[in-house]
């Protein structure tokens, strides 16, 4: 009934399997990519292209459904919805480096599907799914130009894992998804902890050798299915194409040197609107709109690529030349932090807050559920490129960008037993032109040393281009590469860290691959460049401030013994509600017993720490407690509370200096009184005096020996 192909491989020491003819027969590339007991579905299906459709319709999505973990999604909702932030993230590392591997003029639409049926808790399932969309469109007819492979990397105590298991990846202090072909790499995402450049462009170094071993794998996959590639591109008219270039591109060549980017696309409009009128419009024409901007297209970046072989950048910049930046701190006296971070046209508005652990965002996912303290949140509104537009919530692009400016900053923010806060940053771009991702890293920077953030060092981010001769291979690296240099380019590489090392990396590429050689030297001139960035920023704030804004939240945290959580909670919740009550605070325990105690306003949070501490002091012979709280009056004597959870008896005898007959008549439940534990016996029963305590108070001047008045909590 099946035609079933199945092979097996071990990349690094794990062992990955490939299957395809007997899942998703109908599909017109399926391959079940399985390693331990993580399994992925990937499939390519094509169909026809849109009529007058200028461009490659390509989609990609990625799912991992909890029920391949064998649990229920959390809330109400039993259905999963919408993509997650994660999904979205791995959905667009398989994109970008399968996107530029097809033949130019191929509009037929492509969507790869990748489903996670099977989860174990070792095994990442995004790199297999990675393999598998190139596996899936390597078996299929459409004209994908592979394999392409994908790996991850991990150094943990100075070591390489090939495909590091979830454990490895939270132990190490360098994470890298790569993906490539044989001959050279096509796309790069790091997390690392200020990792230099040399030990980066090893640890790519190595990971590409396993890159050449999953695409010798690939392409058994395809020679074993022995699939033909049929498929049919939009070829242009070139008679047509060299008429209109001959009208146009000396125009296109002169408006592109105009330095404003709004001037700048006007000229380039409204010579395109001329031709359009011109071709397209008389009712006896064949050529399309759509025919027509492909042709202005391949004009335009025949323009732009022209002039930067020529080094005539906009603006007349060098090639390793940074725009103008301008840095501002405290613009906006609300938030708990704020930045303005300026490079030429590109411009960020970063604000920080500053929350309690119940601000966490909850992640729930195929892993386990975890708080994320840090993040940030990247949004790129219409008007930042003088555009209108529907505004519907986050998109992948805002996901994505927020997402590398969050790992960039992250690596470098305190661990939570150093400052509890939860953080979060907002990047407001409000001008774009080029890399306002990296202007999010030197922004948020900026914003969480306002905020007083402690911060290991500074961090800066910039992105170095490419261009290339193709007829000659010469090429030139682009520093602080604008709109249109990465649009036309050949290569967008963003590199973010602080002073002495890398914190996150993202590479995508148009040309067939980068080179090792040239990637090296792209990390040279991307540390010189973050460096004087670097420079600039600290000019204007150098260190996180010493006090937090007025308006942030105070906090403060202790640590108890795990198993005493019970007695801080108490009976139904009523000792931390009790203390939250009585002292106007928030209280969070961690299961580790880290307790945080925040307030708004006032010193709340001091009191409850002074409350919680107590709780969990041993009693002290001879320790004056001024705030004891009568719980029960017996004949005999009344107990005392003089920690939450923590009573002694005093007796009738020593209650005071004079005769008392009841103590009813001179004491009520809930009435605050100064008591000293004069006694503990063996049984642990504690022994309080308020005589000996009022005598000691009156020795050092606070109260009369015979005051009986006290305050009353009810």
Do not use: W
């Given at each position: 009934m099946f035609n079933v192909t199945k092979i097996e491989r071990v990349i690094g020491d794990k062992t990955v399997t490939f299957e395809t003819g007997k899942i998703a027969t109908q599909a017109h590339g399926a391959v079940f990519v399985s390693c331990g007991e993580t399994?992925?579905?990937?499939?390519?299906?094509?169909?026809?292209?849109?009529?007058?459709?200028?461009?490659?319709p390509l989609s990609v999505d990625y799912r991992e459904r909890q029920a391949a973990a064998g649990r229920f999604p959390g809330g109400?909702?039993?259905?999963?919805?919408?993509?997650?932030?994660?999904?979205?993230?791995?959905?667009?590392?398989?994109?970008?480096p399968i996107r530029p591997l097809f033949p130019d003029g191929y509009y037929d639409e492509v969507q790869i599907m990748a489903n996670v049926l099977s989860a174990d808790k070792d095994h990442d399932p995004d790199v297999l799914a990675m393999m598998g969309a190139s596996a899936a469109l390597s078996i299929s007819e459409i004209p994908f130009q592979g394999p392409l492979g994908a790996v991850k990397l991990a150094r943990v105590n100075g070591e390489y894992i090939i495909n590091p298991t979830h454990s490895e990846i939270e132990q190490s202090d360098l994470n890298l998804l790569l993906g490539g072909r044989k001959e050279a790499i096509n796309m790069i995402e790091?997390?690392?902890?200020?990792?230099?450049?040399?030990?980066m462009a090893d640890a790519i170094k190595h990971a590409h050798k396993y890159i050449v071993e999953v695409c010798d794998f690939i392409q058994e996959l395809r020679d074993a299915c022995g699939v033909e590639k049929k498929f049919e591109v939009s070829a242009l008219d070139e008679e047509l194409v060299a008429k209109v270039e001959s009208e146009i591109f000396d125009k296109l060549y002169q408006a592109k040197a105009i330095e404003m980017k709004a001037e700048r696309k006007e000229a380039v409009d409204t010579i395109r609107e001329a031709m359009i009128e011109k071709y397209c419009e008389p009712e006896d024409s064949e050529i399309t709109e759509g025919i027509m901007n492909r042709i202005l297209d391949k004009i335009e970046k025949k323009a732009v690529r022209k002039r930067l072989l020529e080094g005539k950048r906009t603006g007349n910049r060098g090639n390793d030349e940074l725009r103008e930046i301008e840095c501002e701190v405290g613009l906006l006296p609300r938030v708990h932090g704020s930045a303005v971070f300026t490079r030429g046209e590109t411009q960020a508005i970063v604000s920080a807050i500053l929350g309690t652990g119940r601000d966490e965002q909850v992640v729930d996912g195929i892993k386990e559920e975890y708080g994320q303290r840090f993040m940030l949140h990247y949004n790129f509104p219409p008007y930042s490129v003088g555009e209108t537009g529907m505004i519907r919530g986050a998109g992948r692009r805002e996901i994505g960008h927020g997402a590398l400016a969050e790992k960039a900053l992250e690596r470098v923010c305190p661990p939570k037993e150093e400052f509890v806060y939860t953080i979060k940053l907002i990047s407001d771009i409000t001008g774009s032109n080029g890399s306002s991702s990296m202007a999010s890293v030197c922004g948020g920077c900026l914003a969480l040393m306002d905020a007083g953030v402690p911060i290991r060092k500074p961090v800066a981010g910039i992105s170095?281009?490419?261009?290339?001769?193709?007829?000659?291979?010469?090429?030139?690296?682009?520093?602080?590469?604008?709109?249109?240099?990465?649009?036309?380019?050949?290569?967008?590489?963003?590199?973010?860290?602080?002073?002495?090392?890398?914190?996150?990396?993202q590479l995508d590429i148009k040309a067939d691959g980068l080179p090792h050689e040239i990637l090296?030297?792209?990390?040279?001139?991307s540390r010189k460049a973050r460096l004087k960035i670097l420079e600039t920023m600290t000019k204007t704030i150098d260190k996180p401030r010493e006090e937090l804004s007025k308006y942030a939240p105070k906090i403060v945290s202790t640590r108890i013994d795990p198993e005493l959580i019970g007695k801080l909670i108490g009976p139904g919740g009523a000792t931390i509600k009790g203390i939250q009550e009585e002292t106007g605070t928030n209280i969070e325990i961690d299961d580790d017993g880290v307790v945080s105690i925040s307030?708004?306003?006032?010193?709340?949070?001091?009191?409850?720490?002074?409350i919680i501490e107590s709780m969990f002091q041993k009693p002290e012979v001879g320790k004056l407690y001024k705030n004891a709280k009568v719980v029960s009056i017996k004949d005999f004597g009344m107990f005392l509370e003089i920690a939450p959870g923590v009573e002694g008896l005093c007796h009738i005898s020593e209650a005071s200096d004079k005769y008392i007959k009841e103590l009813g008549d001179h004491f009520e439940r809930g009435q605050v009184v100064p008591v000293k534990l004069i006694a503990i016996d063996n049984m642990g029963r504690l022994k309080l005096s308020r005589k000996a305590a009022l005598a000691e108070m009156e020795d050092n001047g606070e109260g009369s020996a015979d005051e009986e008045t006290a305050q009353t909590q009810d």
């Open positions: 399994k992925v579905l990937v499939t390519a299906c094509r169909s026809n292209p849109r009529e007058n459709i200028d461009y490659f109400f909702m039993k259905r999963e919805g919408r993509p997650s932030t994660r999904e979205i993230l791995i959905a667009r590392c398989i994109d970008r790091v997390d690392s902890k200020e990792v230099p450049e040399d030990v170095i281009g490419m261009i290339t001769d193709e007829e000659t291979g010469k090429y030139f690296l682009l520093t602080d590469i604008l709109g249109e240099e990465d649009h036309f380019g050949d290569m967008d590489f963003k590199v973010a860290g602080t002073e002495d090392g890398i914190t996150a990396i090296c030297e792209a990390f040279e001139q307030t708004m306003e006032g010193d709340g949070h001091l009191a409850a720490l002074n």
